[in-house]
């Protein structure tokens, strides 16, 4: 497509449940960015994925958080037994990057997760 | 490991008035800069970005940034500012040194335009 396709755009769910949440990144874009953005504050890394590497899952908060990504395509973030500290927009990038290179990251619209 | 500071959450300015965001870097290598704004309600944009080449580096909206690798700065500016630029700007870096790097933010920066 033409830009960063994440889904839902909007999720309310009940404390305990868990969520998946669908980045659908550039086509031919090597690399994927999931970020956490609380409520009036910064973007907080999660997990980066280049290519065929190892993710770079450094960011990620807890066991409860984890992400897959099938090739250069769809990326999901799953969260188990959500709580209520979980409640952010969670935001989705992609960028072109070899060795040496890199494009600037385009953003999707972001997932807005609320826990009740 | 590389990151980014932004001493001003918030900075308050009247309409027409010049702007000065400040950005602060941290990393042991060559980096890429950019500056993205995010619109109330809204995702990221990119404003400018700084690769290679001239250091001074103009963006979207009349923004321009200079890259000072002495100082590890990446300051955005604008001469007169709109209502419009309401917004947070963030700061971000990734470094060089390979293809496999993540994209370090600062945590924001909310300018307040008022007439």
């Known amino acids: 497509g033409a830009g960063v396709s994440q889904s839902p755009s909007n999720k309310v769910t009940e404390k305990g449940k868990d969520v998946e949440l669908r980045c659908d990144p550039i086509?031919?874009?090597?690399?994927l960015y999931w970020y956490r953005q609380r409520l009036g504050q910064g973007l907080e890394f999660l997990i980066y994925?280049?290519?065929?590497?190892?993710?770079?899952k450094s960011g990620l908060p807890s066991d409860r958080f984890s992400a897959e990504r099938t090739g250069e395509s769809v990326s999901t973030l799953t969260i188990q037994r959500t709580q209520q500290e979980d409640s952010a927009v969670y935001l989705c990038?992609?960028?072109?990057?070899?060795?040496?290179?890199?494009?600037?990251?385009?953003f999707g619209q972001g997932t807005r997760l609320t826990v009740v | 490991a590389q990151s980014v500071t932004q001493l001003d959450s918030q900075v308050p300015v009247f309409e027409e008035a010049p702007v000065e965001l400040r950005c602060n870097y941290s990393?042991?290598?060559?980096?890429?800069l950019f500056w993205y704004v995010q619109y109330p309600n809204q995702g990221l944009q990119l404003l400018l970005k700084?690769?290679?080449?001239?250091?001074l580096v103009k963006g979207i909206n009349g923004f321009e940034a200079e890259f000072n690798k002495s100082q590890t700065s990446f300051h955005l500016r604008k001469p007169s500012v709109h209502i419009s630029d309401t917004a947070e700007y963030f700061c971000?870096?990734?470094?060089?040194?390979?293809?496999?790097?993540?994209?370090?933010f600062g945590k924001g920066t909310m300018l307040l335009v008022s007439p």
């Open positions: 990038a992609s960028s072109f990057d070899t060795s040496g290179r890199r494009t600037e990251a385009f």
């Open positions: 086509s031919g874009h090597t690399a």
């Open positions: 994925f280049q290519g065929n590497s190892a993710p770079d």
């Open positions: 990393s042991s290598v060559s980096v890429y």
């Open positions: 700084y690769l290679s080449g001239s250091t």
């Open positions: 971000a870096v990734s470094d060089l040194t390979s293809g496999y790097s993540t994209l370090t």
